[in-house]
């Protein structure tokens, strides 16, 4: 059975202070991020996936996690089983070179957006998007 993809982006709020709170934690920099995204109905067997996170709409992207990069770079790896998950995965070599902002506040952090694509083939899907929080480490090896 082809799968059937949703016809408008699903909301996925990283971390921000929305009505109902963060539903997934920001990406902490000097840290590794790994976050799993559960799908329900939806074999992701066999797509590519795609994100870009940017400080706004026509910026450059800051991050882009995609199921084409490798590590060090961002990356999305795919269940490999069933194809019910996606991770969306950083290493802290990485994640220490992300700019979480310069305000003097605790906790510094910066808010960016973000989209999340499936392709299939020559077919693109939006299927998530919103905001997307890095916030500053403070231990720092020295």
């Known amino acids: 059975m082809p799968n059937v993809y949703p016809t408008r982006p699903a909301r996925l709020d990283f971390g921000g202070n929305g009505a109902r709170g963060p539903s997934i934690d920001p990406l902490r920099k000097g840290s590794t991020f790994r976050r799993r995204i559960q799908v329900e109905n939806l074999d992701l067997t066999g797509l590519e996936i795609r994100m870009s996170v940017k400080e706004d709409y026509e910026d ?4 882009f996690f995609s199921t084409g990069n490798t ?3 961002p990356y999305i790896t795919i269940d ?3 194809g019910l998950w996606f991770d969306l995965e950083m290493p802290a070599s990485a994640t220490v070179n ?4 310069a305000e003097d506040v605790w906790p510094r952090r910066k808010r960016y957006v973000y989209d999340l694509e499936l392709v299939d083939g020559s077919e693109v899907y939006a299927f998530l998007y919103g905001e997307f929080w890095v916030v500053d480490e403070i231990t720092i090896e020295s």
């Open 60 to 63: 450059t992207a800051e991050l």
């Open 71 to 73: 590590s060090p770079s």
């Open 80 to 82: 490999p089983v069933d």
């Open 98 to 101: 992300v700019d979480a902002g």
